[in-house]
């Protein structure tokens, strides 16, 4: 059919308009894309965005000009480019999305332009027009739909396979504690521990719940703790506890640390305490609690004969009644131990208590966190142990001093800036022994006036007697640890089968992708760790180690976990559309990436994993029935820079030492070099590499196998420029905390950025039930049974750093009654 006659034609003028404004949109696509792909060029990469560009540009050029070559140009593109994307992105309909996105939206206009274009096109064909047009649209268009109905992503385990799992549990639930420590065994009944009891496997006896049911789960119970931000308070809330079950009480512990205790079946609120925390320490460091402890005194013992202890930001230690919520008035000095004694003047903050202490032979051992990248004169990191009944100081652990475990004299201090404890601990109570994971000497990205001390312990995990506080071993997990890859997971204490019998092993996650598997004993590896060759030559007067510990025999969460680590090319960049993408492509060429261990640069290095991990604070569940461990993980890389002295003066970042603002920059005062850190993200707020962008998974401890995983957390509650999708598919985000395994079978999990708890069948993966709740899961869920019912509980409260719903509740779930 050719074009219509002279006559006049009411269509005449629209169809001017809209090629008119078609084509100079296509124009300025193009221009843009031209303009991007010059640079991506000059850099290096691909060529596909120039060309691209050009024909883009040509087409719109041809469509003011009325020529249905046009259309037909178009269609060339859209061909070449669809051959291009399959090349380099395959069937996977993520990272298809903007290679494809903008020709899917230019081919639909133009076919919906149908009786437009036969007005305005010289040569106009009908249906080539449609098959032109439409033809490569929706061809595209199921290109991108297609695998994300059939997610390539996921692979589940088949749940018959049960039936081929050893009869005997795969480790013992406990371990004798001398002095009768009920946080040494995990049972049905209580939640002894921050993550179930001292053994730190986030895993529970309780079997009523099962695949079979979980389903089914209703909520048997809401309370609200009260403890939000008032009105023009800027302090950051990050709800990150876990809760204690003992007997009949569950305690929770608010962001600004107060401890409420509720009763475990109708959750009525018996108590509460609130330690008044110095509000100014709360601003600094943020407002968390992530957990307490509880400690059963010998007999004989009339004050607290149960207690509650925790650290409370600005320095202290707290205990109370277990039953009366009251300070323990022989604790301490009327119940609080001082924890700045011996740590020195510093901003109320500067240190905090992240995590929940730990009891373990009597004592209470506790760390803390050091404000990151702040001044190489910093708080100690120091560990500290205090009698659990009196708060009489036991021992010190500080690297600055070694051997040495007393506390230091008047006008003493312990060693500033040496590396800090602030993930959760863990207790053998058999052996005596308490496992601490270490961070980073204060200035986390240079390390080269790190102490010889320093450099041995940084990364590390250090097993220390619990009644002296000597050190027994320790393993360090990164060597000259430039990235920040501080240990965050809590060490997993189980038995380990071997061919000459069990062992007691440490298991130990970690944020660089490696999992570790250590004789407890002695720290002496049971899986291989094979020293690596790294990459080599670091900017701003840093020095880079030759080797990094390897654990080949156990999977990688380098991005997707396995046993092969992921490592990016320029074609894993990606965003919305296929300008943030170009940029993310331009940023990858021009910042340096050798692999996992890039040092930092001053022009910047692209960190796999960045610094959120691989596996942080959350941690992993064992299932000590099954042998199997539930990971979720993060893929998540980080744009990391070192920046020289003079630009960090320039730019005015100052320290908390010298009290003013750090300009979203890490000053590192005293070094030659200050830094920078932040995710790899896109102009639109999305992570510079396509989906997933999170993983849970299971692993088989027997075999080492990842025997299933998949996508972890929708988009629901987060999108592009902080626009909420609503769209529920399982597509993976970044998490923050930990997941719950039990003997019944079933793994309970929130962690994600969107606000909703779930269930999934530990053997295979299949995820059972789901559940909106009203603010964020960042805190890890523990259960129990009580008269015949077994609970689930979490605190769903929100993060105010990773962007998620505020909220104060605690929620019970439970099966229906019969």
């Known amino acids: 059919m050719s074009q219509s006659s002279d006559a006049p034609s009411r269509l005449r003028l629209p169809a001017a308009i809209f090629f008119w404004i078609y084509g100079g949109l296509a124009v300025l696509t193009g221009a843009a894309l031209t303009w991007g792909g010059v640079h991506l060029i000059a850099l290096g990469g691909s060529w596909y965005y120039g060309l691209a560009g050009v024909m883009t540009m ?69 249906r ?205 000095e009327n119940g609080y131990v001082d924890l700045k004694k011996g740590i020195g003047d510093f901003t109320p903050g500067y240190f905090g208590n992240t995590s929940a202490p730990i009891v373990s032979r009597g004592r209470v051992i506790i760390g803390h966190m050091v404000r990151d990248g702040q001044d190489r004169f910093a708080p100690s990191g120091v560990v500290r142990a205090y009698d659990a009944v009196t708060g009489r100081f036991s021992w010190a652990w500080d690297l600055g001093r070694p051997g040495d475990t007393s506390e230091p004299g008047p006008n003493e201090h312990y060693t500033p800036g040496t590396p800090n404890v602030w993930a959760p601990l863990a207790a053998d109570d058999e052996l005596g022994l308490v496992y601490l994971p270490t961070g980073n000497a204060s200035g986390d990205f240079f390390g080269s006036t790190r102490t010889p001390q320093e450099e041995e312990y940084t990364s590390s995990i250090v097993a220390v007697e619990a009644e002296t506080g000597r050190v027994r071993w320790h393993f360090r997990t990164v060597n000259h640890d430039l990235w920040d890859f501080d240990i965050g997971p809590q060490p997993n204490l189980v038995d380990w089968p071997t061919k000459g019998g069990s062992r007691p092993a440490v298991i130990q996650a970690t944020k660089s992708g490696q999992i570790f598997v250590l004789d407890r004993r002695t720290g002496q590896p049971i899986m291989p760790v094979v020293q690596t060759p790294a990459p080599q030559g670091a900017d701003g007067g840093n020095w880079t180690a030759a080797t990094q510990p390897i654990s080949p025999g156990m999977p990688m969460t380098v ?79 980080y744009v990391e820079r070192v920046i020289p002295r003079a630009e960090i003066d320039a730019a005015g970042s100052k320290s908390l030492n010298q009290k003013g603002s750090s300009k979203g920059l890490m000053p590192q005062v005293g070094l030659p070099v200050g830094a920078m850190k932040a995710p790899w993200l896109s102009v639109l707020g999305t992570p510079c590499i396509a989906p997933p962008w999170g993983y849970l998974a299971g692993v088989d401890l027997r075999t080492q196998e990842v025997v299933w995983k998949r996508p972890f957390g929708s988009g629901y509650d987060t999108g592009p420029l902080g626009i909420k999708s609503r769209v529920r598919l399982q597509m993976g985000t970044p998490s923050d905390s930990g997941a719950l395994t039990t003997a019944g079978g079933v793994t309970i999990i929130g962690a994600t950025l969107d606000n909703f708890m779930r269930a999934f069948d530990t053997q295979s993966g299949e995820m059972l039930w789901e559940e909106r709740v009203p603010a964020g899961p960042q805190g890890a869920p523990l259960t129990y049974e009580l008269d015949g019912k077994q609970y689930v509980v979490a605190v769903v409260g929100g993060h105010a750093r990773l962007g998620t719903t505020l909220g104060d509740s605690v929620i019970a779930w439970t099966l229906p009654s019969r």
Request: hydrophobic share 45%; with cysteine; glycine share 12%.
């Open 58 to 126: 040509a087409v719109g050029v041809l469509l003011i000009a009325r020529r249905f070559a046009g259309v037909w140009l178009y269609a060339a593109l859209a061909a070449a480019t669809l051959v291009w994307a399959l090349i380099e992105a395959g069937f996977d309909g993520w990272a298809l999305i903007p290679r494809l996105d903008w020709l899917i939206v230019m081919g639909l206009l133009l076919a919906a332009g149908f009786a437009l274009a036969r007005e305005r096109l010289t040569g106009f064909r009908g």
């Open 559 to 637: 991005g997707a976990p396995g046993k092969t680590p992921e490592r990016l090319t320029e074609s894993d960049a990606w965003g919305i559309s296929p300008f943030d993408q170009l940029m993310c492509r331009v940023q990858y060429r021009r910042l340096r990436y050798d692999g996992m261990f890039t040092p930092p640069m001053v022009g910047g290095t692209l960190a796999y994993p960045g610094n959120h991990g691989g596996i942080n604070w959350g941690g992993v569940s064992v299932d000590l029935l099954r042998g199997l461990m539930v990971i979720n993980t993060n893929r998540l890389p």
């Open 128 to 332: 080539a027009h449609l098959m032109l047009s439409a033809g490569p649209a929706v061809l595209a268009l199921a290109l991108i739909l297609a695998p994300l109905a059939v997610d390539p992503h996921v692979d589940l385990a088949d749940p018959h396979l049960a039936a081929d799992r050893p009869a005997a549990p795969f480790s013992r639930m406990g371990v004798v504690a001398p002095d009768g420590n009920v946080s040494a065994s995990n049972t049905a009944a209580n939640w002894t521990g921050y993550a179930g009891s001292n053994l730190s496997n986030h895993f529970s006896q309780a079997d009523l719940i099962t695949p079979a049911n979980v389903g089914g789960l209703v909520r048997a119970w809401e309370a609200h703790t009260g403890d939000l931000p008032g009105p023009g308070v800027t302090t950051d809330y990050l709800n990150e506890n876990t809760p204690l079950m003992i007997g009949r009480t569950l305690y929770v512990c608010t962001p600004t640390q107060q401890v409420v205790a509720y009763d475990a079946a109708t959750g009525a609120e018996k108590w509460r305490f609130n330690p008044q925390a110095d509000a100014k320490a709360l601003k600094t460091a943020g407002a968390y609690c992530r957990g307490v402890a509880y400690y059963k005194a010998p007999a004989g013992v009339t004050d607290c004969p149960e207690r509650i202890l925790w650290g409370v930001t600005g320095g202290r230690l707290a205990a109370v009644g277990a039953r009366t919520g009251r300070l323990c008035a022989g604790f301490g």
